[in-house]
């Protein structure tokens, strides 16, 4: 399908079409209303100097705010977020959405 996407192209209508199916694909995160306005986001694009995300969540979890962190990982010879994370004894990476 990238092949294609990549050699074809895609229309607006084809754009937003994949893009309305991934959204709605899998399950929803709902957060609890007590947490509105404190719910952040720290997006990475890897690299080997990936390092701001492993300080900064801590730090923005300390002053209140909820940091989900939905992360990936194999980011090529680098490694993902949760790649550097598992490399910590005892930390685990795959919480259930309950946790």
């Given at each position: 399908m990238l092949m294609a996407?990549?050699?074809r192209g895609m229309d607006a209508g084809e754009t937003l079409a994949l893009?309305?199916?991934?959204?709605?694909?899998?399950?929803?995160?709902a957060w609890p209303p007590a947490w509105h306005g404190l719910v952040v986001d720290k997006h990475s694009t890897g690299g080997?100097?990936?390092k701001v995300s492993l300080a900064l969540?801590?730090?923005?979890?300390a002053c209140g705010c909820?940091?989900?962190?939905?992360?990936?990982?194999?980011?090529g010879h680098t490694g993902g977020t949760l790649d550097k994370l598992e490399a910590i004894p005892g930390?685990?990476?795959s919480l259930s959405p309950e946790e």
């Open positions: 996407i990549r050699l893009s309305r199916a991934m959204t709605t694909s899998g399950r929803a995160l080997v100097g990936d969540a801590p730090a923005l979890a909820k940091v989900p962190m939905i992360s990936g990982r194999g980011l930390f685990r990476v």
